[in-house]
């Protein structure tokens, strides 16, 4: 089974700033891999998957990119309501989630 | 898209509970849904998931045995009913929908756009 590391567990970073977020997989892991997006006291908001597609609804400065064992998702211009924890997620004959990175004010 | 769930339970050591999460806004019965759990402060952790055109079940290995997933499609509706509780199954449980399952020769993906539940709380304590 796979597992995921991600990196770092926290990113403090200021509004404006780019935000880049890694997963990384104990073995090679296909292109069915999600990234989601927690606020406290709510749930788990897809936000990418099949590595790349954005879900309906989530802005254009949300990318994901990766191959192999190695994730990442990168958000381009931190708006306020960014800072929340991520979710790495793989989808094949298992659901796995790695540990999570907060976001948060630098 | 909307998926609601049943309320907070408080249950003993050794009891069962069963959560439900109710759908709307999209063919229930064409589709799968998955249960994942979130114990307080920690991350997110899969606990299976179960068709609701087939009946098909995937059970995460560390609730095998002691977990069991339904559906109803009268009601639109899915349950999850854990067993043999202990206080590590203190966590908010999440339902997740609409996810399919694709099958490709022995192996299988997960596929969808999913929404997630409010989740529901579930206590274990003597």
């Known amino acids: 089974e796979i597992v995921l590391t991600q990196s770092p567990a926290t990113l403090s970073l200021s509004p404006g700033d780019r935000a880049t977020l890694s997963c990384r997989a104990s073995?090679?892991?296909?292109?069915?891999f999600a990234w989601y997006q927690q606020k406290p006291g709510q749930a788990p908001r897809l936000l990418i998957y099949d590595t790349s597609t954005r879900a309906t609804g989530v802005p254009d400065r949300f990318s994901g990119s990766g191959f192999g064992t190695d994730f990442t998702l990168t958000i381009s211009s931190l708006e306020p309501e960014d800072f929340a924890i991520y979710y790495c997620?793989?989808?094949?004959?298992?659901?796995?989630f790695g540990p999570g990175t907060r976001v948060d004010f630098k | 898209v909307q998926l609601v769930q049943s309320g907070p339970e408080v249950k003993t050591p050794g009891a069962s509970v069963k959560v439900s999460c109710k759908t709307f806004?999209?063919?229930?019965?064409?589709?799968?849904i998955n249960w994942v759990r979130q114990v307080p402060g920690l991350g997110l952790q899969w606990v299976g998931w179960v068709s609701a055109y087939s009946g098909d079940r995937n059970y995460a290995q560390s609730f095998q045995g002691r977990v069991s997933m339904t559906t109803d499609s009268t009601t639109k509706t899915a349950y999850m009913e854990l067993r043999s509780l202990t206080s590590g199954d203190t966590a908010v449980y999440f339902c997740?929908?609409?996810?399919?399952?694709?099958?490709?020769?022995?192996?299988?993906?997960?596929?969808?756009?999913?929404?997630w539940g409010q989740g529901t709380s579930v206590t274990v304590s003597s």
């Open positions: 806004g999209y063919t229930f019965s064409s589709y799968g």
């Open positions: 997620q793989h989808r094949y004959n298992t659901i796995t």
């Open positions: 997740a929908g609409p996810l399919d399952r694709i099958d490709v020769g022995d192996n299988f993906y997960f596929n969808g756009v999913d929404v």
């Open positions: 073995q090679t892991a296909n292109s069915y």
